[in-house]
Structure formats: C-alpha cells, structure tokens
C-alpha cells in the first residue's frame, strides 16, 4: 500500500520558518524522484522541489530559490522541506508527489505524479 505521509505545515509569518515532512512507504524509496507540489486558492498547481533520490540531485522554483531547501533520509525514507524567508505569496496547500523524473513532479501540466499524497496547508501572514 502505498502512502505518502505529508506534515509539518501551519500558520507562520512573513520572514518566518516551516519545515515539512513527507513519510514514503509502499514503493522503491531510491528509485524515486520525490518532491512538494503546491497549490494555492484559484491558481495552477506548481512544483516546488524536488529531490532525485538516488542521484542526490535537486530541482527548484525559481521564487524559492535561496529559502528553501529540500533533502531526503534514506533510513527514514523521509524527504524534508526546510522554507526560510517565507512570503505571503508562498501561502498554498503543499501536496507531496513521486515520480522516477523530477521534471514530472516540478511540471505538474506534463502529466500525472506515479504517487500523490495527501495534502499540508501553509499560511503565511503579517
């Protein structure tokens, strides 16, 4: 069965701190591009990060370069989210998605994540 485990979202505000967690299980940890997708009221969903597990290499949205930064536990099969700086503007429900290609978790228009987990919202205030 399987499940990927989204937490760690909440209200913070503007300059503030959040890191977010999303637990694997069911599938290939290793094998998997795994990274956060988000979508915020009456807008496209876009991708975030993204983490190519058994290369190490990492993808991200040009607005959150610098703040964010996306790594993954290999024993806990666990993949991290840490967001600095947070803006207003990154105020969305952040969804985590698999896929063996990251380009497919950051294109969510390209098609459909192999894996899609449940939502975290993040509020970003004054």
């Known amino acids: 069965d399987v499940q990927l485990q989204a937490s760690g979202g909440g209200l913070e505000q503007v300059g503030g701190s959040l890191r977010l967690s999303c637990a694997v299980s069911?599938?290939?940890?290793?094998?998997?591009?795994i990274g956060w997708v988000r979508q915020a009221p009456g807008k496209e969903r876009e991708g975030v990060a993204c983490i190519a597990n058994r290369l190490g290499s990492t993808m991200y949205l040009d607005s959150v370069k610098g703040r964010f930064t996306i790594s993954s536990d290999n024993v806990r099969n666990t993949v991290y989210l840490q967001m600095n700086s947070l803006k207003s503007e990154d105020t969305a429900v952040y969804y985590c998605?698999?896929?063996?290609?990251?380009?497919?978790?950051?294109?969510?228009?390209?098609?459909?994540?192999?894996?899609w987990g449940q939502g975290t919202q993040v509020t970003v205030g004054m």
């Open positions: 069911g599938f290939s940890f290793e094998d998997y591009a």
């Open positions: 998605a698999a896929d063996p290609l990251c380009v497919v978790v950051m294109t969510p228009k390209l098609r459909e994540t192999d894996f």
